[in-house]
Nanobody, 116 residues
Framework: QVQLVESGGGLVQAGGSLRLSCAVS????????MAWYYRAPGNQRDWVAR???????RYKDSVEGRFTISRDNAKNTVSLQMNNLKPEDAGVYYC??????????WGQGTQVTVSS
């Protein structure tokens, strides 16, 4: 069973930065595309960024140029550097495999709050 532990969230002013981390216990980690998802209050969960095993990345348009996803296959971790945060970035952030149709369980997520 895959376990995901997200951390690094918090309260930050608009324009500030946060770095999220995700520890993944999965023997297949290095062959999976990984992604960060988020759920804004009242909304459905949506993807933010994803990274292939060979570190090709894709971003949701709204975060392109501000967020950077990375992974460490030796440590089974995925990170999300979030810069120039905006109030609309606030929500609970989760990491998991990509595509979402393959997901059966979620971690607890990490809360990001952005004050204007």
């Amino acid at each position: 069973q895959v376990q995901l532990v997200e951390s690094g969230g918090g309260l930050v002013q608009a324009g500030g930065s946060l770095r999220l981390s995700c520890a993944v216990s999965d023997q297949h980690f290095e062959i999976n595309t990984m992604a960060w998802y988020y759920r804004a209050p009242g909304n459905q969960r949506d993807w933010v960024a994803r990274i292939t095993p060979d570190e090709r990345t894709r971003y949701k348009d709204s975060v392109e140029g501000r967020f950077t996803i990375s992974r460490d296959n030796a440590k089974n971790t995925v990170s999300l550097q979030m810069n120039n945060l905006k109030p609309e970035d606030a929500g609970v952030y989760y990491c998991n495999i990509w595509p979402p149709t393959r997901i059966s369980d979620w971690g607890q997520g990490t809360q990001v709050t952005v004050s204007s």
